[in-house]
């Protein structure tokens, strides 16, 4: 199955490495630019009002204070924050500044100032007069009859022929089904119908949003942003701003982290006005507190999943309900949901199958992408349910699962079915190691074999749960490569692909070199600039290095071609074929006959000495799968039943990502997904007052693992081919995400015997739990 | 008023407002490897040495250091010749987006100082100030430990 | 725009001591907390870092701790490893995180007390003054009575340092804290001491903090076991009593009913363990 390659399987340093950690690195906002100006945003403290006034002239007067933005005075136009491929499968309900605000923390007016300070002064004196409506917090309620209407105004809309019903708050809507679920159902021998649900939470990326939007010398926009999509960021701009795409520049430099809150095009209209207004450099960037009030979360669901199953093991029904909570905007609204279905269900073999998913609108924080897009939530519901069935049939939770998981080759309706605002694409599986990973796991974690707690009073437990996802969004997504090539034998890969943290730089560079023949040093990787890279959709869907990739690839092949014809125009290789030569150590070789001509040369002949011409080429990629990474998660348990606290001791997660390009790199994905989702489950999570106000936007109260909260954590990659995709390579960004909460619930009912089924896991929900078991 | 302060070993004389944080001076004077995250002493990524402490520089007074010994980042290692650390941090993969970075490093170099050759829970220990959300922690407590045997050796 | 005009640093105490008696200036010790949010009215800050107040040591039966010792000197203090179970060292290392804790002062962290302060639980416990300008003794106890702030510390008179009593002996100590991660603001806290002969108690001291505004020393509790044998029962019995004393304080993390419990159980196990 393995491969031999030179560049790509081997942990090369990462290529802005030695720039990030000698502090070199150039984020958004370690630029000085003379006489910029700086943003504040006045939000609303109420979930749901009316703008009945706005009086700006006090504030307007204070000195140092340049512009100020309501709703009166910028244009409305209605569009999607949500940075996804046009025309977007998001509503357009959103407008740069409303009359409507529709949870805390919605804009409300803009002060641009000589300084923070000052702007903040400045908000102050805005007198803003509402009209307070009554406001509706949870999805179950708002999607009730006589629920307050949180999105009344006409102009809003949905791009695309989808079910989209605002006026009872019902802000997508997708219902599918294979086979026949509820004769299936009934005549199975197991039944269990469970509801989970899964919470809200932030991406905490340690660089909050920002923005730099300045004029250059010829008047044309440039936005310096903290963006996964900095393409969609330059459309959405223009289309709120109405100013032509040809006169905005995006430009992504470092990235410190997104992990899906930067799929959004969050600050960028208010700077774009900004700088119209005043032709000067304005910044904007998010402090900790509006990043987790005001930007995104990941979207809070309600699952329930039923299955039947046969005494035999094998599994007839499955269906799966998602009620979606979108917030006040519906920003990935559908396609988050349909991804619960698309990217769970799939997972288990079976005819009979139904997906219902309705995303609500309510007077709550915005979600919108993040890390894991939907799978997170629904493979919570699903993976303890898998165990419960299985537990109800008498089966070990891991036979059980062994049993009845997709395989290579295999098929399942729901892909053809459920796709990304539209029918989705058939596909059969193509590499899978799953159950290798399964093996791996349970060696790993001694699955079985009960271990003694530390302290009388604790108990041990171990859970399991296994997950896939998806690499790219099929035949919507593309990824583009633009590589050139220099008179010293290095080329310039120009790609608008986004390495936000993520190594995509690194990856594709050597990708492009195995290629080329040549190693990552010879390749000079850029990304992203709208004026100068070619288009990608961005890093989002975990398909950079499963799309982006291969469109670097065909575009080195192209390259190598256009290398072989200079070679063959040269003296040395005039006798020899095209279909000889090879490349090889920055060489063009032959081999026939044992000449060779260095790349530089190539270059230099290519360049000044006959038929002259830039080597070049641009190459797009669409997929037309979406192969799936594989994992199984193990996780052991202690649980203190004297306060019901929950610790991790050991958490294993074995991870078939295809041909891992840069092992290092790919390992380190599957580390930070894993932690990111045991603090999920374990500790994050928004405490909101009655009246919608987020009670703790800060890292003090709003807890994040830190190095002395970590379990001991194994992981490891195994080994597998997926023959579409560049060197075999799947994706595996996401996909880690996904398995804490399902693995440690399941593990907790192994130690304690109570299911939680709503996360977080914390002391006092498990320690309540366990005591109503006592009754 | 006036401020001096020692930054990477060279004196610098600075002009500042009384109320100014650390953070905000080295950032204008030129050290934008101390970053901002959360302004509340919560995320690390503004950490520096004072007088040779890991500290966060953000709930720190300028004025408060007058005549203070401050390093950042970039008194380390250069891209060319770079600390055992940050080779460290490079070769075992603990830098992904690098915004923590900076931060960490001047944790774990803090650290060594004072223990060339601590255990794994005093790694964890020093840097429990600095988040990371993207590497999970593994691959920089395993980087430390192993900047800090090649250091002995 | 700073709202602070001013910043001194002070090289003796009546020179402090004037300058904060002008209502517009506001001391400052580590400075974490009035770094993150100066309030409205104060122009002028006034640091204690020139006052040489970061002296640690052991004299005969005391130990004396400067009030401008960080948490992390404190913490890393072999002085108090020994002394009274080596609780505060446990405390100290408590205290934020080691960037933090760089940077916390003792006087800082026991004039403006939060509920999850660290080392004002571990003093209640301790025999011991808070040492004030003019060499003023407090008793902690006594001290911890009421906020700090309105007594006065911080305006018109300075924490110099505290001085703890060293006891013999390490038996019989206990401190817990309980939090969502170890990076966290304490829900609850408890310590105590407990000496026992064949069971009987002989010696008994509980304190508790995180669930209270101010820490609490739970005296009926203590009142009510010396000389008795010690059972789970009684001890359930006392604290579920004295509990209804102490004014629970609201905290969103969690409801009060259940944080009661785990202080209760928390106290019951650090107890019963020792027998």
Not at chain 1, 525 to 536: A, L, V
Request: with cysteine; proline share 5%.
């Amino acid at each position: 199955m393995s491969k031999k390659f030179k560049v790509v399987k081997t942990s090369v340093e990462k290529v802005d490495g030695y720039s990030l950690v000698a502090g070199r690195g150039v984020f958004v906002d370690d630029i000085d630019l003379p006489g910029m100006l700086q943003i504040k945003m006045l939000t609303s403290p109420h979930a749901h009002a009316v703008i009945k006034s706005i009086n700006i002239k006090k504030a307007e007067a204070l000195e140092g204070v340049h512009t100020i933005m309501t709703h009166e005075n910028v244009p409305r136009i209605p569009h999607t924050t949500a940075g996804q491929g046009f025309p977007e499968p998001s509503p357009y309900d959103t407008y740069t500044f409303r009359r409507k605000v529709r949870f805390v923390g919605d804009r409300v007016a803009a002060v641009v100032a000589e300084t923070e300070e000052i702007a903040e002064e400045a908000m102050k004196l805005i007198e803003v007069e509402y009209d307070v409506l009554p406001a509706v917090f949870d999805p179950k309620d708002a999607i009730k009859e006589g629920a307050p209407i949180i999105h009344d105004e006409e102009d809003c809309y949905i791009p695309i022929p989808v079910a989209y019903e605002p006026e009872r708050n019902l802000c997508a809507h997708v219902d599918v089904e294979a086979g026949d679920f509820d004769k299936a159902y009934a005549e199975s021998d197991v039944q269990v119908d469970r509801e989970y649900y899964s919470h809200y939470a932030q991406h905490c990326p340690m660089e909050p949003h920002i923005c730099i939007g300045y004029p250059d010398e010829n008047d044309r926009l440039v936005l310096r942003v903290s963006t996964q999509v900095p393409f969609h960021s330059r459309r959405i701009t223009a289309q709120c701003t109405g100013i032509p795409i040809r006169k905005i520049r995006v430009i992504k430099p470092r990235i410190g982290g997104g992990f899906g809150t930067k799929q959004e095009v969050l600050l960028e209209d208010v700077v774009a006005f900004a700088v119209m207004r005043t032709g000067r450099p304005v910044r904007w960037a998010l402090t900790r507190k509006e990043e987790f009030i005001s930007s995104r979360t990941r979207h809070p669901q309600y699952v329930n999943i039923k299955i039947g199953a046969n005494k035999d093991g094998k599994i007839n029904a499955m269906e799966m309900k998602v009620l979606s909570n979108t917030g006040a905007y519906g920003s990935h609204a559908l396609t988050v949901m349909s991804n619960c279905g698309s990217k769970v269900l799939p997972l288990y073999r079976c005819k009979n199958i139904r997906f219902w998913g309705d995303t609500a609108y309510t007077n709550m924080p915005v979600a919108g992408a993040y890390r894991g897009y939907g799978a997170t939530q629904a493979a919570f519901a699903m993976e303890c349910v898998i165990s419960e069935v299985a537990q109800k049939i008498g089966m070990d939770t891991v036979e059980f699962r062994k049993m009845n998981h997709i395989k290579s080759g295999e098929g399942s309706p729901i892909f053809e079915k459920l796709g990304e605002g539209k029918e989705g694409v058939p596909q059969t599986i193509g590499s899978c190691g799953l159950a290798e990973c399964i093996e791996w796991g349970e060696k790993e974690i001694e699955w079985g074999k009960k271990n003694p707690p530390s302290e009388p009073h604790k108990r041990r437990g171990k859970g399991v749960a296994i997950l896939m996802q998806g690499s790219s969004v099929p035949e919507i997504d593309m990824g583009s490569a633009f590589i050139k090539m220099n008179e010293d034998g290095s080329f310039n890969l120009l790609m608008g692909a986004t390495d936000l943290g993520t190594g995509s730089d690194t990856v594709l560079s050597q990708i492009a070199a195995e290629v080329l023949g040549t190693t990552e040093k010879f390749i000079i990787p850029y990304s992203s600039d709208t004026d100068f890279t070619p288009f990608d959709v961005g890093a989002y869907a975990s398909s950079t290095t499963y799309l982006t990739g291969s469109a670097v690839l065909k575009t080195a092949e192209k390259v190598k071609e256009q290398i072989f014809g200079v070679a063959q125009n040269m003296g040395p290789f005039k006798d020899c074929s095209v279909d000889e030569m090879y490349l090889e150590d920055a060489q063009v070789k032959c081999k026939t006959c044992d000449k060779t001509i260095s790349f530089s040369d190539i270059c230099n002949f290519a360049m000044y000495a006959k038929d002259q011409f830039q080597i070049a080429a641009c190459e797009s990629h669409i997929t037309h799968k979406s192969p799936p990474p594989f994992t199984a998660h193990f996780v052991e348990v202690e649980v203190d039943t004297m306060t019901g606290k929950v610790d991790l001791l050991k958490y294993v997660a074995p991870v078939d990502c295809g041909t891992p390009i840069n092992p290092i790199l790919a390992d380190g994905q599957t580390q930070g997904a894993v932690v990111n989702g045991i603090s999920f489950a374990l500790t994050e999570e928004y405490f909101f007052n009655e009246k919608g106000v987020m009670l703790n936007p800060d890292f003090n109260n709003y807890k994040i693992l830190s190095t002395v909260d970590m379990p001991e954590l194994k992981t490891t990659l195994i080994d597998t081919y997926e023959e579409t995709g560049p060197f075999g390579a799947k994706s595996v960004s996401e996909i880690s995400i996904n398995g804490a909460l399902p693995a440690i619930a399941n593990a907790i009912y192994d130690a304690v015997g109570v299911r939680i089924n709503n996360g977080p896991f914390t002391p006092e929900k498990v320690y309540m739990a366990m005591k109503e078991l006592k009754k | 008023m006036e401020l001096k302060l020692n930054i990477n070993d060279k004196l610098h004389v600075l002009d500042i407002e009384p109320g100014d944080l650390l953070v905000d001076v080295l950032r204008k004077s030129g050290y934008k490897s101390v970053k901002i995250g959360c302004r509340e002493g919560t995320c690390g990524t503004c950490t520096i040495l004072l007088n040779g402490n890991a500290v966060n520089s953000c709930l720190v007074f300028a004025a408060d250091c007058e005549g203070a010994s401050i390093h950042s980042v970039e008194s380390l290692g250069t891209m060319a010749e770079p600390h055992p650390l940050q080779e460290a941090f490079v070769k075992h993969g603990a830098t992904q987006c690098g915004y923590c970075n900076p931060g960490s490093l001047l944790s774990a170099k803090a650290l060594l100082n004072e223990k060339p050759d601590p255990t794994e829970e005093e790694v964890k220990e020093a840097l429990d100030g600095n988040l990371c959300r993207c590497t999970g922690y593994v691959k920089r407590i395993e980087a430390i430990l192993a900047a800090s045997k090649k250091m002995r050796s | 725009m700073s709202k602070i005009k001013k910043f001194y640093r002070p090289e003796n105490l009546d020179t402090a001591l004037e300058l904060l008696s002008d209502e517009k200036n506001m001391v400052i010790g580590g400075g974490t907390t009035v770094a993150m949010n100066v309030p409205g009215s104060i122009s002028g800050l006034v640091s204690l870092k020139k006052l040489q107040l970061s002296e640690m040591k052991v004299t005969g039966s005391k130990v004396e701790i400067g009030g401008g010792t960080t948490a992390q000197e404190l913490y890393k203090w072999e002085g108090i490893n020994n002394v009274w179970g080596g609780i505060l060292t446990s405390a100290c290392r408590n205290i934020g995180s080691t960037l933090t804790r760089n940077l916390v002062t003792v006087g800082g962290n026991i004039v403006s007390v939060f509920p999850w302060s660290d080392i004002p639980v571990v003093l209640m416990l301790l025999d011991g003054n808070v040492v004030s300008t003019g060499n003023n003794k407090v008793p902690f106890q006594k001290y911890f009575e009421k906020s700090p702030v309105s007594q006065g510390y911080g305006k018109d008179k300075i924490i110099t340092g505290i001085e703890i009593e060293k006891n013999t002996g390490n038996e019989g100590y206990f401190w817990e804290t309980f939090q969502k991660t170890k990076v966290d603001f304490a829900m609850t806290t408890i310590c105590g001491l407990i000496k026992t002969e064949n069971k009987i108690v002989k010696e008994l001291r509980l304190a508790i903090g995180a669930v209270s505004v101010l820490p609490v020393r739970l005296t009926g509790v203590e009142n009510a076991l010396i000389g008795k044998e010690l059972t789970e029962s009684a001890l359930r019995e006392a604290l579920k009593k004295e509990f209804e004393n102490v004014k629970i304080r609201d905290d969103f993390r969690v409801s009060k009913g259940y944080i009661c419990e785990v202080t209760e159980n928390l106290i019951v196990k650090n107890l019963m363990k020792g027998l």
